[in-house]
């Protein structure tokens, strides 16, 4: 990959005898959203940290829009308020004694910059997040999401090369936090700032971001956009997290006639086929293979080429129901609507297509 907009190279970070990133790099293309996606732990926030000046890199190189803010074997790192970034933080950070007008403003204040010069660019942040009638309320008056528009406003309101997000959405109920999201996703494409996010929640990620970073133990195990995690993770631990809830041990022989799809023989000699979309990089270690339970067909009757299973257990999930079907010694899960016909003890015959099920390494 070129060198992007936003240019990380090697990053560590050690908290003591702790890696918390290991040799992380990636790059951000000027008015890209990318998303830091993992489990907690995994060092997303570190390295959003990182970037922001927040925490002191063990090694690394930082670059942004040309300018090197972090060099460690250059003995360069740049304080926060010198690198052309803003910040969205988890709690918002508003102040409750403030109006909105003078939170989003509060960034000007710090740096010294009088209230009358700050104006327009403050009242110009408020009408792109739909607040300029609200810029004399008091924070303590604001719903859940209009303090995180706040907290938007604040971070554009300087022009920043980047705006950074650490879990701005978690605090947030269900429904707020779908509707945010959505508008969220609509002021980034209408304003085009570049974004680096990070969240571990999966359908946020999917919903927001242009490119996705998925990261474990502080390294990254594979990025692209969403479509691409989706259709092809590269290995068990990436494809459980993104729910590839059926995931099976298998002895995996090689595709045969030029084709990508392997032979995987599972517990009780069941076969399957399943495509391998990474065996040209030199992967090793392909031992399962996986599906969505999504993508599994459940017929009450015999089907060519079905397996025999019986239904174990249904939960009822409204539009949707799971339904875990037994083959001997593997148990599988099924989503479909809601069906009279698989009841519990119920034999029926499940399949799934060769492009649904995938070769995953370890």
């Not at 390295?47 to 942004?64: F, H, K, N, V, W």
Request: proline letters at 5%.
């Amino acid at each position: 990959m070129s060198a992007g907009f936003l240019q990380v190279d090697g990053l560590v970070v050690r908290y003591g005898p702790v890696l918390a990133v290991d040799h992380v790099s990636f790059g951000v293309e000027k008015g890209e959203h990318v998303t830091l996606l993992g489990p907690s732990g995994c060092g997303k926030t570190t390295t959003l940290r990182a970037i922001a000046g927040l925490e002191t890199p063990s090694d690394g190189r930082i670059r942004i829009d040309g300018e090197v803010v972090c060099d460690v074997g250059g003995g360069r790192n740049l304080p926060p308020e010198k690198r052309g970034l803003s910040m969205v933080f988890q709690s918002y950070a508003i102040w409750p004694h403030m109006t909105v007008f003078d939170n989003v403003g509060f960034g000007f204040r710090v740096r010294g910059i009088l209230r009358e010069k700050a104006r327009p660019a403050i009242e110009r942040a408020l009408a792109m997040v739909s607040l300029a009638d609200l810029a004399d309320r008091p924070a303590t008056r604001l719903s859940g999401g209009q303090q995180q528009r706040v907290a938007l406003a604040r971070a554009i309101a300087f022009e920043s090369k980047v705006v950074l997000f650490d879990e701005p959405l978690s605090n947030l109920d269900a429904q707020l936090r779908i509707a945010m999201r959505a508008e969220l996703g609509e002021l980034r494409r209408r304003l085009g700032f570049t974004a680096i996010y990070v969240t571990h929640d999966q359908e946020e990620a999917f919903a927001l971001s242009d490119r996705i970073i998925l990261m474990r133990a502080g390294r990254i195990e594979q990025q692209g956009t969403p479509a691409e995690l989706h259709r092809a993770p590269r290995n068990r631990f990436v494809a459980g997290f993104l729910g590839m809830t059926n995931i099976l041990a298998a002895e995996i022989a090689p595709p045969r006639n030029g084709t990508d799809q392997a032979e995987a023989r599972l517990a009780g000699d069941l076969v399957l086929r399943a495509r391998d979309p990474w065996r040209e990089d030199g992967s090793a270690g392909a031992r399962a293979i996986g599906f969505r339970p999504v993508d599994v067909r459940v017929e009450a009757s015999a089907v060519a080429g079905g397996t025999a299973g019986v239904v174990t257990r249904s939960l009822f999930l409204g539009d949707v129901a799971q339904y875990f079907i037994r083959s001997g010694a593997i148990e599988i899960c099924a989503h479909d609507r809601p069906r009279a016909d698989l009841v519990e003890g119920r034999t029926v015959w499940w399949q799934v297509t060769p492009e649904r099920c995938l070769v995953l390494r370890e």
